[in-house]
């Protein structure tokens, strides 16, 4: 059973270039998420998926960021014209969601992250 | 207002003795759940040990048990026998079933084991 992936692990741009991550969750997790950490915090969520339907948005998410999980697989995290400020470590997570409501732990495990530096 | 609270930024404790982390969180929604990371310096996050707001009993996990303190609003990560393996950034985080999937993350403790 193979976990979540993350490709790239690593990414350099300069400023202003676009980038683009991807995560392939565990097969029959029908959740998929994205955080952002930054050096010395905690993650921050920046949206979620359940099949292929994006549900949440993070207001951290500007408009320069956006997020496709198109047949309810693979996502992709895409950004444009990249500001140093979006340096930081970009997690994937996946969960399996069965409705269980407040029983449900719904366990996300999580990617290795791509590490991005903004020049 | 901060939801999860970690007020431990570093701790150290000599190996194969227990350590406790602190987690104290904030919420209005009845149903919760609380959750405990480790993450190597490699970076992935990974699970530990999870704690239902309904649940009767504190949660434990091999050498990981959670002091689950309901009324206090803490979630207290115990880590018994440390191994020179358990040195990591911990993780609290919160799940609000009426906010949806996502977690809401402390700022972690840095927890180095000494030999």
């Known amino acids: 059973d193979t976990g979540v992936s993350q490709n790239p692990r690593h990414k350099i741009t300069k400023r202003g270039q676009n980038v683009t991550f991807r995560c392939d969750p565990i097969?029959?997790?029908?959740?998929l998420y994205w955080y952002r950490q930054t050096l010395g915090q905690g993650p921050e969520f920046l949206t979620y998926?359940?099949?292929?339907?994006?549900?949440?948005k993070s207001r951290l998410l500007s408009d320069r960021f956006s997020a496709e999980r198109p047949k309810g697989s693979f996502s992709t995290l895409e950004i444009q014209r990249t500001e140093q400020g979006d340096s930081a470590m970009y997690l994937c997570?996946?969960?399996?969601?069965?409705?269980?409501?407040?029983?449900?732990?719904?366990?996300?495990?999580f990617g290795p992250g791509t590490r991005l530096l903004v020049l | 207002a901060q939801k999860i609270t970690q007020t431990q930024p570093g701790m150290f404790v000599q190996e194969k003795e227990a350590v406790t982390l602190d987690c104290t969180y904030d919420?209005?929604?009845?149903?919760?759940?609380l959750f405990w990371y480790k993450q190597p310096s490699s970076g992935e996050m990974i699970f530990l040990i999870y704690?239902?707001?309904?649940?009767?009993q504190n949660a434990t996990e091999g050498r990981y048990s959670l002091n689950f303190q309901k009324a206090r609003k803490s979630a207290n990560l115990v880590i018994s026998a440390s191994q020179l393996g358990d040195s990591a950034m911990y993780f609290c985080?919160?799940?609000?079933?009426?906010?949806?999937?996502?977690?809401?993350f402390g700022q972690g403790t840095e927890l180095s084991v000494k030999p």
């Open positions: 985080a919160m799940r609000e079933y009426n906010q949806g999937g996502k977690l809401i």
């Open positions: 919420t209005s929604d009845p149903s919760y759940g």
């Open positions: 998926f359940q099949n292929e339907a994006q549900l949440e």
């Open positions: 097969s029959e997790h029908n959740r």
């Open positions: 704690q239902g707001s309904y649940d009767q």
């Open positions: 997570a996946s969960s399996s969601s069965t409705g269980g409501g407040a029983s449900s732990q719904e366990t996300q495990y």
